[in-house]
């Protein structure tokens, strides 16, 4: 069955997206400045949340599945990573990633590579740290996209989550981590944890906080006008779990 609430704030944050009517812009996130192209997810609390929990620790090799706007990546070769990949099937983030990276003095430290999943990374490319921040709502199977950012809110039937468990392994090093977003709001973690152990990977909650939308600030839809408080706010969990091999 379809989560109402979650189709009507993942088309809100769609909205907000597709709002940019086809002009590059900038925004503030985590102190720091960033480019968004037209058809890029935008950086917003939930990047900024996801970006600071990860345990990005010097030296380490980082992998990003999703990289967006480039802001992660950014931030995890700003900490010392000593290398750093992200990935995107959407063409315009690989090219905002990297125009990000140089934005900030980091060009020839972030790598970024349009790719479905892992496709275009080498057989051997392993990494002590591999994070996700997906389409959190799991739409109904029948959902088809209409346009490229849609991907990055929706996934019909977690088939996206599935794949990424099952084609994950060979490029987590020995004693790595996956670190992946998901929501009890929007998404399904307790769906998260079963595909991921079908594929060998056990999860717990590594990090959790609720971000307040007023209703009215999305239309006050009928699913988010049900939920919300006596203030008007609409409660969105976002939650990290953090993953490792069986």
Same mark, same amino acid.
């Given at each position: 069955?379809?989560?109402?609430?979650?189709?009507?704030?993942?088309?809100?944050?769609?909205?907000?997206?597709?709002?940019?009517?086809?002009?590059?812009?900038?925004?503030?996130?985590?102190?720091?400045?960033?480019?968004?192209?037209?058809?890029?997810?935008?950086?917003?609390?939930?990047?900024?949340?996801?970006?600071?929990?990860?345990?990005?620790?010097?030296?380490?090799?980082?992998?990003?599945?999703?990289?967006?706007?480039?802001?992660?990546?950014?931030?995890?070769?700003?900490?010392?990573?000593?290398?750093?990949?992200?990935? @995107?099937?959407?063409?315009?983030?690989?090219?905002?990633?990297?125009?990000?990276?140089?934005?900030?003095? &980091?060009?020839?430290?972030?790598?970024?590579?349009?790719?479905?999943?892992?496709?275009? &990374?080498?057989?051997?490319?392993?990494?002590?740290?591999?994070?996700?921040?997906?389409?959190?709502?799991?739409?109904?199977?029948?959902?088809?996209?209409?346009?490229?950012?849609?991907?990055?809110?929706?996934?019909?039937?977690?088939? &996206?989550?599935?794949?990424?468990?099952?084609?994950?392994?060979?490029?987590?090093?020995?004693?790595?981590?996956?670190?992946?977003?998901?929501?009890?709001?929007?998404?399904?973690?307790?769906?998260?944890?079963?595909?991921?152990? @079908?594929?060998?990977?056990?999860?717990?909650?590594?990090?959790?906080?609720?971000?307040?939308?007023?209703?009215? &600030?999305?239309?006050?839809?009928?699913?988010?006008?049900?939920?919300?408080?006596?203030?008007?706010?609409?409660?969105? @969990?976002?939650?990290?779990?953090?993953?490792?091999?069986?």
């Amino acid at each position: 069955m379809e989560n109402a609430l979650a189709a009507e704030v993942g088309d809100w944050l769609l909205s907000r997206t597709e709002g940019s009517d086809g002009a590059r812009s900038t925004t503030t996130l985590m102190g720091m400045r960033w480019d968004v192209l037209p058809g890029v997810w935008r950086p917003n609390p939930g990047t900024r949340l996801f970006t600071s929990w990860l345990p990005l620790a010097e030296g380490s090799r980082f992998l990003e599945v999703g990289c967006a706007a480039g802001v992660t990546c950014v931030v995890a070769a700003k900490s010392g990573c000593t290398r750093v990949v992200g990935l @995107d099937v959407v063409p315009a983030a690989t090219e905002n990633t990297r125009r990000n990276a140089a934005r900030h003095g &980091l060009a020839g430290r972030v790598e970024a590579l349009t790719s479905d999943l892992f496709a275009e &990374l080498d057989p051997d490319d392993e990494f002590d740290l591999v994070c996700s921040n997906p389409p959190l709502v799991r739409a109904p199977e029948s959902r088809r996209h209409a346009t490229e950012v849609e991907r990055s809110v929706f996934d019909p039937g977690y088939a &996206l989550h599935r794949r990424f468990f099952q084609e994950v392994r060979p490029h987590l090093a020995d004693g790595g981590r996956i670190y992946m977003l998901t929501s009890e709001t929007l998404g399904d973690p307790a769906g998260l944890r079963s595909l991921a152990a @079908d594929a060998g990977f056990s999860g717990r909650v590594y990090r959790s906080e609720s971000i307040g939308i007023p209703a009215v &600030l999305m239309g006050s839809p009928p699913a988010a006008t049900a939920a919300a408080d006596e203030q008007g706010v609409v409660h969105v @969990d976002f939650t990290m779990f953090e993953f490792q091999r069986h």
